[in-house]
């Protein structure tokens, strides 16, 4: 086997090269383009609002707070509150506190009519969490104030997963050629062209990184992908998906320095143990800016994460470098001694793949309706059948691989030259398969998981009351949420003067009863978080009209008592 015959192959390499990497973007932008239409979804969801959405008070209130299910953080600017007149009437710069919007407010020029709260919040796994909503003092206006568009613009929209799949690109096309050219390469082949791979995916990696971070403006200002502010940066650089995105960049110069003994067959153990672990540090930079980052169990979530990203990696990056080099070049018998032993890397690949994305998927989907009833989980269902396809091609390749390994046959016997182009041709497959699952995993982390959405679904379903009730020496404003059978309905109380500042109690109770059944009254011991705010759980064993009783003494002297019916069914 002369290195003559091997001559016109750089040449073809290259080609095949550009081939691979437009081949990688375009099917990203298919699979992008092909994902779901709608904006981005919030990734938290509103639990609870004081007042509560559409209630008419008698007073006017001199905070408005809004809880989610999940910690976030304020965009500098996008929380206000406007009187029934259209001005706006924070008396202060909102606040958050964890899971908790506050924003303080001063009485109205012309307090009577509807009020409009609108907000926009950073979620913690770094999604937008935009809304408004309406409540009313003494009576509706015929003509509430109109509330800010806060939907992502559509450029936006598009170009945030298109950042997320430049950077899965660049990890395939970093890893895969990486690990076959320091432990598996041919002698007698040349480098080239696997080393402008690994270069491509590092480039990828970097413009991926950079361009997520300038999208990320607009994702949570709601502007326009080129309608970006200094201030905005600083402010996306100054978050925990800045910071992440920020040692990403760093990770990927460190490696771009240390990888080209490794390119050229001969990095020493040192080298190789620095570049596995800023790799894996690497890697973790993408859980720590999505999903995981508010996970229920972040420390699982984003294990899971790095070890499904690098199996996916290892896999598709080896498919396309195989696909683009040996595969076309090598001879037969350095195939017979490469591809068995890749073939044993991708079945140890597959099934960490398989193990990441399964606990991943346990942990975001939640109960298992959200797996058909959302989004998330209609994307993890097709995100599985493209995998299952992907097995069936890479089980035929094996096949294929053992044959040529052993001399036994396969599939049937065939010449030399045409069972490598029938190898190639179902490798290939897998990796058009593979680059079509990245696509789907780009459009999955903008897609609000299923323990979230089961949770904006639980609340949409179910009942909330709140009334305010008034006394001589107090007014009292409280919501239950949920209204339903059973011990846990959440009770938020607060308490103002007649004319609505917050006012102090000393103590409070919280009674229930169901006279039309014969139950007599229990109480219900009420905690007080704040000096006028108290919060309780109620107990409705069985349905009907209760009647609840709110006794709260201000003073050692001063106390009243106000009463309410909710009917549970």
């Given at each position: 086997?002369?290195?003559?015959?091997?001559?016109?192959?750089?040449?073809?390499?290259?080609?095949?090269?550009?081939?691979?990497?437009?081949?990688?973007?375009?099917?990203?932008?298919?699979?992008?383009?092909?994902?779901?239409?709608?904006?981005?979804?919030?990734?938290?969801?509103?639990?609870?609002?004081?007042?509560?959405?559409?209630?008419?008070?008698?007073?006017?209130?001199?905070?408005?707070?809004?809880?989610?299910?999940?910690?976030?953080?304020?965009?500098?600017?996008?929380?206000?509150?406007?009187?029934?007149?259209?001005?706006?009437?924070?008396?202060?710069?909102?606040?958050?506190?964890?899971?908790?919007?506050?924003?303080?407010?001063?009485?109205?020029?012309?307090?009577?009519?509807?009020?409009?709260?609108?907000?926009?919040?950073?979620?913690?796994?770094?999604?937008?969490?935009?809304?408004?909503?309406?409540?009313?003092?003494?009576?509706?206006?015929?003509?509430?104030?109109?509330?800010?568009?806060?939907?992502?613009?559509?450029?936006?929209?598009?170009?945030?997963?298109?950042?997320?799949?430049?950077?899965?690109?660049?990890?395939?096309?970093?890893?895969?050629?990486?690990?076959?050219?320091?432990?598996?390469?041919?002698?007698?082949?040349?480098?080239?062209?696997?080393?402008?791979?690994?270069?491509?995916?590092?480039?990828?990696?970097?413009?991926?990184?950079?361009?997520?971070?300038?999208?990320?403006?607009?994702?949570?200002?709601?502007?326009?992908?080129?309608?970006?502010?200094?201030?905005?940066?600083?402010?996306?650089?100054?978050?925990?998906?800045?910071?992440?995105?920020?040692?990403?960049?760093?990770?990927?110069?460190?490696?771009?320095?240390?990888?080209?003994?490794?390119?050229?067959?001969?990095?020493?153990?040192?080298?190789?143990?620095?570049?596995?672990?800023?790799?894996?540090?690497?890697?973790?930079?993408?859980?720590?800016?999505?999903?995981?980052?508010?996970?229920?169990?972040?420390?699982?979530?984003?294990?899971?994460?790095?070890?499904?990203?690098?199996?996916?990696?290892?896999?598709?990056?080896?498919?396309?470098?195989?696909?683009?080099?040996?595969?076309?070049?090598?001879?037969?018998?350095?195939?017979?001694?490469?591809?068995?032993?890749?073939?044993?890397?991708?079945?140890?690949?597959?099934?960490?793949?398989?193990?990441?994305?399964?606990?991943?998927?346990?942990?975001?989907?939640?109960?298992?309706?959200?797996?058909?009833?959302?989004?998330?989980?209609?994307?993890?269902?097709?995100?599985?059948?493209?995998?299952?396809?992907?097995?069936?091609?890479?089980?035929?390749?094996?096949?294929?691989?053992?044959?040529?390994?052993?001399?036994?046959?396969?599939?049937?016997?065939?010449?030399?030259?045409t069972a490598r182009r029938r190898l190639r041709r179902t490798v290939g497959l897998e990796v058009l398969v593979g680059l079509v699952v990245l696509g789907v995993s780009a459009v999955l982390?903008?897609?609000?998981?299923?323990?979230?959405?089961?949770?904006?679904?639980?609340?949409?379903?179910?009942?909330?009351?709140?009334?305010?009730?008034?006394?001589?020496?107090?007014?009292?404003?409280?919501?239950?949420?949920?209204?339903?059978?059973?011990?846990n309905n959440t009770v938020h109380a607060y308490v103002y003067t007649p004319d609505g500042k917050p006012l102090p109690a000393v103590e409070w109770t919280l009674t229930a009863a169901l006279?039309?059944?014969?139950?007599?009254?229990?109480?219900?011991?009420?905690?007080?978080?704040?000096?006028?705010?108290?919060?309780?759980?109620?107990?409705?064993?069985?349905?009907?009209?209760?009647?609840?009783?709110?006794?709260?003494?201000?003073?050692?002297?001063?106390?009243?008592?106000?009463?309410?019916?909710?009917?549970?069914?």
């Amino acid at each position: 086997m002369g290195r003559s015959r091997l001559q016109p192959v750089p040449l073809a390499r290259l080609t095949v090269l550009g081939r691979g990497v437009l081949a990688v973007l375009l099917f990203g932008a298919v699979a992008v383009l092909l994902g779901p239409a709608r904006p981005a979804a919030a990734h938290a969801a509103v639990v609870g609002t004081v007042p509560q959405q559409q209630a008419v008070l008698g007073f006017s209130p001199t905070e408005v707070t809004i809880t989610f299910s999940e910690p976030v953080t304020l965009v500098p600017g996008r929380a206000q509150v406007l009187a029934p007149d259209g001005k706006r009437i924070n008396s202060a710069e909102a606040t958050v506190r964890d899971a908790t919007l506050r924003i303080p407010i001063r009485v109205a020029d012309r307090p009577l009519g509807t009020y409009l709260v609108s907000y926009r919040v950073i979620s913690a796994d770094s999604h937008p969490v935009a809304g408004s909503y309406t409540f009313a003092v003494g009576a509706a206006s015929a003509t509430p104030p109109e509330p800010a568009d806060e939907t992502v613009r559509p450029d936006v929209r598009l170009a945030v997963p298109a950042t997320r799949y430049l950077g899965y690109a660049g990890l395939v096309l970093l890893i895969g050629p990486t690990l076959l050219l320091g432990l598996l390469w041919p002698r007698r082949l040349p480098r080239r062209g696997a080393v402008r791979l690994v270069r491509a995916g590092l480039l990828l990696v970097a413009a991926g990184t950079l361009a997520g971070f300038w999208a990320q403006a607009p994702y949570t200002s709601g502007a326009g992908l080129l309608d970006v502010s200094g201030p905005e940066l600083r402010q996306v650089l100054d978050s925990d998906f800045g910071l992440a995105l920020a040692a990403r960049l760093g990770i990927v110069a460190l490696v771009a320095a240390l990888l080209p003994p490794v390119l050229a067959g001969r990095a020493g153990r040192v080298r190789a143990g620095l570049l596995v672990a800023l790799g894996l540090a690497g890697l973790a930079t993408w859980p720590l800016a999505g999903h995981a980052a508010a996970s229920p169990t972040p420390l699982a979530s984003g294990i899971a994460g790095v070890v499904h990203l690098a199996a996916m990696s290892v896999w598709l990056g080896g498919l396309v470098t195989l696909v683009c080099f040996p595969l076309r070049a090598a001879h037969p018998r350095v195939l017979a001694v490469v591809l068995p032993v890749w073939s044993r890397w991708a079945s140890i690949a597959v099934l960490w793949l398989v193990a990441g994305g399964l606990v991943q998927a346990v942990i975001e989907i939640g109960a298992p309706g959200a797996l058909f009833g959302t989004g998330y989980g209609r994307l993890v269902l097709a995100k599985v059948a493209l995998l299952a396809l992907l097995l069936g091609a890479a089980g035929y390749a094996r096949r294929l691989v053992r044959g040529r390994a052993t001399g036994t046959p396969g599939p049937p016997p065939d010449s030399t030259r045409t069972a490598r182009r029938r190898l190639r041709r179902t490798v290939g497959l897998e990796v058009l398969v593979g680059l079509v699952v990245l696509g789907v995993s780009a459009v999955l982390v903008q897609t609000t998981p299923g323990r979230n959405a089961g949770i904006e679904a639980e609340i949409a379903a179910s009942d909330t009351f709140a009334q305010t009730l008034s006394s001589p020496l107090y007014t009292l404003q409280f919501d239950i949420y949920p209204v339903q059978l059973g011990p846990n309905n959440t009770v938020h109380a607060y308490v103002y003067t007649p004319d609505g500042k917050p006012l102090p109690a000393v103590e409070w109770t919280l009674t229930a009863a169901l006279p039309a059944q014969g139950v007599e009254p229990t109480d219900t011991p009420m905690l007080g978080i704040e000096p006028h705010h108290a919060v309780g759980a109620v107990s409705f064993p069985i349905p009907g009209d209760w009647e609840l009783r709110f006794t709260v003494r201000t003073s050692e002297i001063d106390q009243a008592t106000v009463r309410t019916v909710v009917r549970v069914r």
